[in-house]
């Protein structure tokens, strides 16, 4: 496994897939596609699971709900 290799994994493992994925680009010179499909065959050689956009969404939502139930409690306290 090269330097670049084990760096990328590193990112992959830390959860950071767009800076492994644009470390490829950078020092290989390869297109987006390229990049995306070398990491995540080293993620899979690794044992780690792509997130997926699932899990995206998820988060994306329960944040959004959060901050709506935060609106509701400061409205509640403020208005007393």
Known sequence: MSNLDSLATHLIQQGQWAEAVCLYRDELGLTLPQAEEIVLQLADESGVLY??????????????????GLAGVLQFVLAR
């Open 51 to 68: 997130p997926g956009r699932f899990l995206s969404w998820l988060a994306i939502a329960f944040a959004g709900f959060s901050l709506f």
